[in-house]
Nanobody, 123 residues
Framework: VQLQAYGGGLVQAGGSLRLSCTAS????????VGWFRQAPGKEREFVAA????????VYLDAVKGRFTISRDHAKNTVYLQMNSLKPEDTAVYSC?????????????????WGQGTQVTVSS
């Protein structure tokens, strides 16, 4: 079972990036999916999650109104659209599939993790 996150890069403050997370259909079947990030010297931090049915989402307060998580079941892909990026958003972003179908910010409920993609926001 593998998850793959991609779409990171270097962007100026105020810019946008869209991250994508793909997995085998089996990994995403009936699972909520979340995005987490980890900056150098800091603990991993929850960013956003989307329920299996896609209608229910949760966000870190610091990204509300700037980031949007969505999923495309036909493509078996979850997206994280990041707008109005700030230097403090700089981190390695990883996606994870939860054990259940409900969106949750608690990492203990995620049992499949993918390698991250680096997002760097310059000031």
């Amino acid at each position: 079972v593998q998850l793959q996150a991609y779409g990171g890069g270097l962007v100026q403050a105020g810019g946008s990036l869209r991250l994508s997370c793909t997995a085998s259909r089996r990994t995403f079947s009936n699972n909520a999916v979340g995005w987490f990030r980890q900056a150098p010297g800091k603990e991993r931090e929850f960013v956003a999650a989307v329920a299996y049915r896609g209608g229910d989402t949760v966000y870190l307060d610091a990204v509300k109104g700037r980031f949007t998580i969505s999923r495309d079941h036909a493509k078996n892909t979850v997206y994280l659209q990041m707008n109005s990026l700030k230097p403090e958003d700089t981190a390695v972003y990883s996606c994870a599939a939860a054990r259940g179908s409900a969106a949750t910010r608690n990492p203990i409920y995620y049992n499949y993790w993918g390698q991250g993609t680096q997002v760097t926001v310059s000031s």
